[in-house]
């Protein structure tokens, strides 16, 4: 891979944060047939949570000595950094989370602690990223046409650090080509994404044909059920993400009929936002929410930006009784093991809660989740 003068001095240097951040990014682009680095626009930092990386995890970011050199955002956390114990978290989990927070805020990354970056800055067509969160680097290439591949915790880091990213896989116009054309039945966003990530094989970039338009919010939730359970990082879909019709249509067709799922649990937490509700989602949430009371927990994630924004909002879907974390979400945080079965609309949360959290799930549209808390 071609290094310039500057970047073989910081492979160099007597920084060891620095030249290991060079050495990963080298490292990766030789594995994968870089020729080169490009500058990003952005970096966003996963793994995160406590839960997820542990005291090795904790050690290493404390170890970390740089700064980052373009702007880099988070991940969600384990629990809600102000209302834990509401949450059932335990000051020993607490205080190692934030360790974790002060080390990434040591080296410059933005506590966001959202898995929806692409709400909490702009994102331009054809800006180079290195995202490491799979819905928003699928979100990010495929209704944003931006162009990043799926980086670790670690390759994010060094990316951000850097400022670069090797030139590989998304960034490419070449590997955003559909190969395969898919007609979908069904009406599930987020199942539709669950099993099209199932069927399809590991170099299938799907060009769907959707039964009829998709909000933003749904092609959010088909993204990530689809990089949850296919490891995707790009889709496109007839007429509405912005590259769709700037390949050849390709000629391998297949079809896909999604039906319902069964419901074998009663929901003792119904949980909302994976991945962190949008403020459309919140509106929707608030109105179907407004004078009633729910008996049953309703937990919803979203970022603690829009839940600033959305104040009010979120009060009245409080006075309901439901609760609006931030920072955090039901998979990442440990608190979901306290329950048995978890209501869901979200096809990630369907793969994961079962595997992470040790949890029964179920699965509604974000209309029946809420009705089911009432
Ligand atoms: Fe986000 Fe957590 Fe789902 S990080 S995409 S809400 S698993």
Request: hydrophobic share 40%.
């Amino acid at each position: 891979m071609y290094l310039s003068k500057e970047e073989e001095k910081l492979l160099e240097s007597d920084n060891p944060t620095i030249a290991k951040s060079m050495e990963i990014l080298v490292a990766l682009g030789e594995v994968y047939g870089a020729d080169k680095l490009i500058e990003i626009k952005s970096a966003h930092i996963s793994g995160i949570s406590y839960q997820n990386i542990g005291d090795a995890g904790v050690e290493w970011l404390e170890s970390l000595n740089a700064k980052v050199s373009v702007r880099t955002t988070v991940n969600p956390a384990g629990m809600d950094v102000f209302r834990w114990r509401e949450m059932g978290i335990d000051e020993d989990f607490y205080r190692k989370q934030m360790k974790i927070l002060r080390a990434l805020e040591r080296i410059g990354a933005e506590l966001s602690l959202t898995c929806t970056p692409y709400y909490y800055q702009s994102v331009k067509r054809n800006d180079h990223l290195a995202w490491a969160e799979s819905n928003a680097v699928i979100y990010a290439n495929s209704v944003l046409a931006a162009r990043t591949n799926r980086e670790s915790g670690i390759s994010a880091i060094a990316a951000g650090i850097i400022g670069k990213t090797p030139c590989y896989g998304m960034h490419l116009k070449e590997n955003r080509a559909p190969n395969v054309l898919v007609k979908v039945k069904g009406n599930s966003a987020a199942l539709i994404g669950y099993e099209l990530g199932k069927i399809l094989k590991y170099d299938e970039v799907p060009l769907i044909n959707l039964p009829r338009k998709f909000s933003n919010d749904e092609l959010k939730l088909m993204g990530a059920a689809m990089a949850a359970t296919g490891n995707k990082a790009i889709f496109h879909v007839v007429g509405q993400t912005p590259e769709w019709n700037e390949f050849e249509i390709p000629t391998e067709k297949i079809e896909l009929d999604v039906g319902e799922i069964e419901k074998d649990c009663e929901p003792d937490l119904i949980a909302l936002g994976c991945p962190h509700l949008s403020a459309e989602e919140l509106l929707r949430i608030e109105k179907l929410l407004r004078n009633k009371k729910v008996r049953r927990e309703l937990w919803l994630f979203t970022s603690r930006k829009l839940a600033k924004e959305l104040e009010k909002v979120v009060r009245c879907i409080e006075q309901s009784g439901a609760k609006v974390f931030c920072d955090t979400c039901m998979v990442v945080s440990p608190t979901t093991e306290n329950f048995e079965c978890v209501m869901v609309n979200s096809g990630k949360a369907l793969e994961y809660l079962p595997k992470l959290r040790k949890v029964r799930v179920v699965f509604g549209s974000l209309e029946e989740c809420v009705e089911a808390a009432l």
